[in-house]
């Protein structure tokens, strides 16, 4: 992190502060100010899009932490939020579980899912890697669908409502607070993960994953540990989307959204946790652009140009970045902050 | 027994097509190393080419399947010059993204153009049904299985006997030193996107005429993956043999075992997964891919 000059740290605990000088704390304050008054000037449909791409962004810090830094590609992302949403649905709707134990959990199930599927990252990466995590979301798909008596099948299961410590959550304006404070305190936590011991050794597998088991960094371990975090994330933000919808089935987790969680790093910057939400908010941008100006491209073609134009919209924007700005948004804005951190020079 | 040889035939054809598909994947990634996971794609854009010519222009089989192929290679260099070539040098996850969003956006094209509907034209190909004791062949897996072994042929020659074809055999060999030698690797890049995107082509129009193309004819591409992960990602003879037994074995496990299961089954779907996740837990190369020995 680039700080401006006369910036000093006279203890570890403020060198080690992720807001450092009162700009930062001024920013953060504006952000969490602004963020807490979207309820009160956007309409329904903003704040559906919102909350969608809150849950985006805590799913994709998992896939951050997994790919962006530890380099173990991941295509099945979209797989383990399947996971993580089934769990918290069964666990509520057929155990009558709070959603405050059910969450936490449908986190952990995915995360143990994740590991057993993780396993073979310990011998194949890059492509194989890539079909192993695709073959896993195929799977798990085909699963919940056989298992029909306790995952309901093609139906899907309905979730009951949600009660945190005696209040029913319904409405947007809840999921609003709630979804946006889970991805906030996912976004610090994500940050501090990458900032330990194990954020260190993933970069280190990244980098050169035998240099860094020659270096003591222990593989089987460190890996496994990095599908496990990363799809805890999945999970928590598969078991959300399940709650707010108040509906789990299989449709609600298409093989693509892991390919345009992928994408969202791309567009975003790999690694990088403010890279996330840019990348989140970008491609969730576009799509909900597709779905506005769809209707009007249909009546020159067909009723389904919606469709075409919400895959052809990110895909672009993938391709593009991918030529022209391979570290994503992040580096973009990192550009423009030092240009006029140090405008007259 | 007939039920049994039924089903492999059956099965016979659908592995000629994945062998098709892997065929063009397997080209690609010898000569370039780059994964092409749109290849699948190339596949369903092939159908709708078919569709197009054969049925909304009415032109003769001939005809549209050249004018299918020359839509094929504009396709081909344009991608490999404009998408891929400033990614040379870049890691592999940039070269699948690359292509993971060019399977997006011809997907997207298709729905916008083609409206992503059901479209068949089973009528256009010559019916001929062959009856061998109990067991019918369907005519179109027949001309499935003999354009395919055709093509893979024309190929085979190829490789053997032109100067291109020599290029290509020794780009996949080295690249670096291929180049000393005064062969321009670029060329050699080009002329596989379009071998690939013209077999992808020609084998969805036989698709399209086994059983209709539909969107979901793209995912068939993404099994195809299977065929060569088994097969292994640089070897031809692999990719043909692994197509072919992928494409029985998924057959003969949708006959018999999907009675057995639960809910119906629907192995078919799954059945190359879980062959990915044995074959890369136990032999991550495939049976006759090239081993690489990793060095910091």
Known sequence: ?345 | MTFFLQLVVTGLSLGMMYALIALGFVIIFKCSKAFNIAQGHFVMLGGYLGYTFLVAAALPLWASILASVAVAIVLGLAIERLALRPLLGKPVLAVIMMTIALAGVMEGIVIVIWGGEYKTYHDVLPAVTLQIGGVSIPPESLIGLIVSGLVVAILMLGFRYTKIGLAMRATAEDEQVTRAAGIRATTVYAVAWVIAAVVAVVGGILLGGVSGVAIPLSEIGLKALAVVILGGLDSIGGAIFAGVMLGVLENLAAGYLDPLMPSGGGLAGVFPFLVIMVVLIFKPHGLFGMKRIERI
């Open chain 1, 1 to 345: 992190m680039s700080l401006p000059s006369g910036t000093y740290a006279e203890t570890y605990v403020q060198d080690m502060s992720l807001l450092r000088t009162k700009a930062h704390w001024l920013w953060a304050a504006l952000l969490l100010v602004a963020l807490a008054t979207v309820p009160v000037w956007a309409s329904d449909s903003t704040l559906t899009l919102a909350i969608i791409i809150g849950i985006t962004v805590i799913s994709v810090h998992g896939l951050n932490i997994l790919t962006g830094n530890c380099g173990l590609i991941s295509m099945g992302h979209s797989g383990f939020m399947m996971v993580g949403g089934y769990a918290l649905a069964i666990m509520s709707a057929r155990y009558g579980v709070p959603f405050l134990v059910a969450l936490p959990a449908a986190g952990l199930i995915a995360g143990a899912v994740g590991v057993l599927f993780g396993l073979p990252s310990l011998r194949i990466k890059g492509f194989y890697l890539i079909m192993a995590t695709v073959s896993a979301y195929f799977i798990i798909h085909w699963l919940m669908l056989q298992f029909r008596g306790f995952t309901g099948g093609t139906e899907g299961i309905s979730v009951p409502t949600a009660t945190i410590f005696g209040m029913e959550i319904r409405g947007n304006v809840a999921y609003f607070y709630l979804i946006i404070g889970i991805a906030l305190l996912a976004t610090v936590l994500a940050k501090n993960i990458l900032r330990t011991r194990a954020g260190r050794a993933f970069v280190a597998i990244r980098d050169n994953d035998l240099a860094a088991e020659v270096m003591g960094v222990n593989l089987w371990t460190y890996k496994l540990q990095a599908f496990f975090i990363g799809c805890v994330f999945a999970g928590i933000a598969g078991a959300l989307s399940v709650q707010y919808i108040g509906f789990a089935n299989v449709e609600q987790f298409p093989f693509i959204n892991s390919v345009w969680y992928l994408g969202m790093l791309i567009v975003g910057g790999m690694g990088r946790t403010a890279g996330v939400v840019f990348g989140a908010l970008a491609i969730k941008l576009l799509e909900q652009t597709a779905t506005k100006i769809g209707p009007s491209l249909a009546e020159f073609t067909n009723p389904q140009a919606a469709v075409g134009l919400s895959l052809i919209l990110p895909g672009l924007a993938i391709i593009l970045f991918l030529i022209f700005a391979p570290h994503g948004i992040y580096q973009l804005w990192e550009r423009f902050r030092n240009y006029y951190q140090q405008w007259p020079f």
